[in-house]
């Protein structure tokens, strides 16, 4: 069975930190472009970074630069998003996604060549 399943998120405070993962089931993810997404309760899903299928390249929506860094691991089919410095805002459902046509896809608010996504993970941030 063809799936990403990620693992990670939970509740903290503003200002902590936390990472999710992103691992592919079923096939491998290796030289496929890999984009993170999140919904906000009420709020349209939003892209929020993206990484090429080597790793060399990533992009980041103004929301999160800075704060948010994604990386890969090839040989192991995972990706992270590591979250720090968290705001309220930040809470919401995560997805990773994967685009098995390509390699690289910067373009955060086109959902339409991502054919994999993974179950979501919830974040919440609140003191």
């Known amino acids: 069975q063809v799936e990403l399943v990620q693992s990670g998120g939970g509740s903290v405070q503003p200002g902590e930190s936390m990472r999710l993962s992103c691992r592919s089931s079923?096939?491998?993810?290796?030289?496929?472009?890999i984009g993170w997404f999140r919904q906000a309760p009420g709020k349209e899903r939003e892209g929020i970074a993206a990484?090429?299928?080597?790793?060399?390249?990533?992009y980041y929506s103004d929301s999160v630069k800075g704060r948010f860094t994604v990386s890969r691991d090839n040989a192991l089919d995972t990706v992270w998003l590591q979250l720090n410095n968290l705001h309220d805002e930040d809470t919401g459902l995560y997805f990773c996604?994967?685009?098995?046509?390509?390699?690289?896809?910067?373009?955060?608010?086109?959902?339409?060549?991502?054919?994999?996504w993974g179950q979501g993970t919830r974040v919440s941030v609140s003191s």
């Open positions: 996604a994967c685009a098995p046509r390509i390699d690289w896809f910067p373009r955060l608010t086109d959902l339409q060549p991502y054919d994999y």
């Open positions: 079923g096939f491998t993810m290796a030289g496929l472009a």
């Open positions: 990484i090429s299928g080597s790793g060399a390249d990533s």
